[in-house]
């Protein structure tokens, strides 16, 4: 069975797998070192950028932050945005043919990418990764024929995502990379044994990391290297999967413990697959900042959603009657994701801490 996790406005998925690991040591890396909590400021930047409402789904540390427009009267589907303080919000518009945008990584120098979709003759719905630089218009980097996604790009200007091979597949994934010099590159590794995988996230230094899974359907947490070398990441129990890296060489992810508990987990090549057993099982895993800020979200009931975030070795949760979601977050712990008190439409939102991480 497929494990994939993926925390969305109004959706949460969630999937179990099977396979054994091995269980990690007692609790180190990130949890170590505890500060004092530090309270946050919630804005709600829909009017300050003046795009209207939707959800902010990631930040760089140069402050550009990117996500989606929810889809205004008379227009066909939702619009990517890109905005940065002191300047005007920009909504980014899909690739000609298509009829929806949404952008889901940045970088420090503005490029924005995330996905165009739209409707074939079939009436299949495909998607597009695409790229956004300050200035230009919507640039196709994908496979011509394939339904792919983008999940992140660095200052270097490497995407990486996955995509579906034969078209539609969902059981059947690759992780690609893609720069301007080399195109789109399947990244799949053969002869690993892994009969699907997938790419989430990449590192100042063009690490890659997402998860893959073999003929058994045991589905790991891996790690791919700008030399070509790939790492299995383990688990800690029956399945895992990579969210995020950082310019550390920190990963931060989730895995199932064999007692079928879901628990957040950091990784480093000194200490492998270690517990995070104070950040709330039940949230699954959406960012990690360059000072090793973790985030999550979940729902946590009929109409309630849930939001952490876990700072050397402190945690601040967070809690709505309605919607909350946390996507992204910078080097200094400024999150941003989207808002929603019950029966309100999401707004894109900003977390400011009243201080600093250093």
């Given at each position: 069975m497929r494990l994939r996790m993926k925390l969305v406005p109004g959706v949460l998925l969630l999937a179990a797998g099977c396979g054994e690991?091995?269980?990690?040591?007692?609790s180190t890396g990130l949890e170590t070192d505890v500060v004092a909590a530090a309270t946050y400021r919630r804005e709600d930047l829909s009017p300050i950028i003046g795009l209207g409402s939707g959800a902010a789904l990631a930040i760089s540390d140069s402050g550009y932050i990117v996500g989606y427009l929810n889809s205004k009267p008379g227009q066909i589907g939702n619009r990517g945005f890109r905005w940065r303080a002191g300047q005007p919000g920009e909504e980014l518009a899909p690739l000609p043919g298509t009829t929806s945008s949404t952008t889901v990584a940045v970088n420090n120098l503005g490029w924005a990418v995330g996905s165009s979709s739209g409707f074939d003759s079939t009436a299949h719905e495909y998607t597009r990764p695409t790229l956004w630089v300050p200035g230009?218009?919507?640039?196709?980097?994908?496979?011509?024929?394939?339904?792919?996604?983008?999940t992140g790009i660095n200052d270097s200007g490497v995407v990486v995502g996955w995509y579906t091979a034969p078209p539609g597949n969902s059981l059947d994934t690759r992780p690609?990379?893609?720069?301007?010099?080399?195109?789109?590159?399947?990244?799949h590794p053969v002869g690993s044994g892994l009969v699907y995988?997938?790419?989430?996230?990449?590192?100042p230094d063009g690490t890659i990391v997402g998860a893959g899974g073999d003929s058994g359907s045991f589905h790991h947490?891996?790690?791919?290297r700008p030399d070509g070398s790939t790492q299995d990441l383990g688990t800690l129990g029956t399945g895992s999967e990579a969210i995020a890296i950082n310019a550390s060489g920190v990963v931060a992810g989730w895995s199932f413990e064999l007692n079928g508990m879901q628990r957040a987990f950091s990784w480093t090549p000194a200490t492998g697959m270690i517990r995070l057993t104070r950040?709330?099982?039940?949230?699954?895993?959406?960012g990690l900042s360059n000072r090793s800020r973790v985030i999550g979200g979940a729902?946590?009931?009929?109409?309630?959603?849930?939001a952490a975030t876990l700072y050397r070795g402190t945690v601040n949760n967070f809690a709505s009657n309605g919607f909350i979601g946390f996507y992204g977050v910078d080097a200094c712990g400024v999150i941003v994701g989207g808002f929603a008190s019950a029966n309100r439409v999401t707004r894109i939102t900003r977390w400011v801490p009243s201080r600093c991480d250093s």
């Open positions: 690991g091995t269980p990690d040591p007692t230009q218009g919507p640039v196709d980097i994908g496979l011509p024929g394939e339904d792919a996604h983008v690609f990379r893609w720069t301007a010099a080399d195109g789109f590159v399947d990244i995988s997938m790419a989430n996230a990449v590192a947490a891996f790690l791919w950040f709330p099982s039940n949230l699954l895993i959406t729902k946590i009931g009929v109409a309630t959603w849930g």
